[in-house]
């Protein structure tokens, strides 16, 4: 089992829709990163967080660190929102990724 | 403009060759990293360093060397010991361990 998962691994939405993407992790952490990929292959960091809640526009960020569990949620979605997003987590020393969930938004 | 820079975007190497990856920052971080990504897997650590003249093994380093003698610049060797290395290879640096890290753009390198 991967210490960190991520649920779904696809997923297919019509533009303006409301998004979430899951994150749930095994291990003890002290942050929790939310990383966008795009086609080409660049990486963004979107947000760091260790509690509650972080929004940048239209993402929305939050983390249960009881239940170990994270969502990121994309209101009013659009096509170039379009790409694979990473959940990631500090564990100790290291950030361990998940295998990320791959978006695809349609006008 | 700040941010971090790879090369090539693509590379190609025949079996039994050494190549080398190039990754430069001018955001003046401390901490520089390279990691592996595989269809289907999450990235995986190679290396990282935290300071000039200075770097630690990551999770999969066999057949993988670094350097680090610049604050801007780290680059990555894909030896021939390393079994697999068709792979993208991201670099990323952070101003220090355990903050935000910025991202490359990637060397996409495939063996021949």
């Known amino acids: 089992k991967n210490e960190v998962e991520q649920s779904p691994q696809n997923l297919t939405a019509q533009e303006g829709e409301f998004i979430t993407i899951n994150c749930s992790y095994s291990?003890?952490?002290?942050?929790l990163h939310w990383l966008q990929q795009h086609p080409g292959g660049g990486i963004v960091s979107l947000f760091m967080?260790?509690?509650g809640k972080k929004k940048h526009g239209r993402l929305i960020a939050t983390i249960n660190i009881q239940e170990k569990h994270s969502s990121l949620h994309i209101t009013a979605s659009h096509p170039r929102d379009s790409a694979v997003y990473i959940c990631?987590?500090?564990?100790?020393?290291?950030?361990?990724f998940g295998t990320g969930t791959r978006l695809q938004v349609f006008p | 403009d700040g941010g971090i820079t790879q090369s090539p975007k693509y590379l190609f190497r025949k079996e039994g060759q050494n190549v080398t990856l190039s990754c430069e920052q001018n955001?003046?971080?401390?901490?520089m990293y390279w990691y592996r990504q595989d269809p289907g897997q999450g990235l995986r650590l190679i290396y990282y360093?935290?300071?000039?003249?200075?770097?630690q093994k990551g999770d999969i380093a066999e057949g993988y060397s670094v350097s680090r003698e610049k604050k801007e610049s780290f680059p990555l060797t894909v030896t021939s010991a390393q079994k697999n290395p068709t792979a993208f290879y991201l670099c990323?640096?952070?101003?220090?361990?355990?903050?935000?890290?910025?991202f490359g753009p990637g060397t996409r390198l495939l063996v021949l």
């Open positions: 990323a640096s952070s101003i220090n361990r355990g903050e935000t890290q910025y």
């Open positions: 291990v003890g952490i002290s942050a």
């Open positions: 967080l260790s509690s």
């Open positions: 990631a987590v500090w564990d100790t020393d290291k950030l361990i």
């Open positions: 955001l003046n971080h401390d901490a």
């Open positions: 360093s935290q300071i000039v003249n200075d770097f």
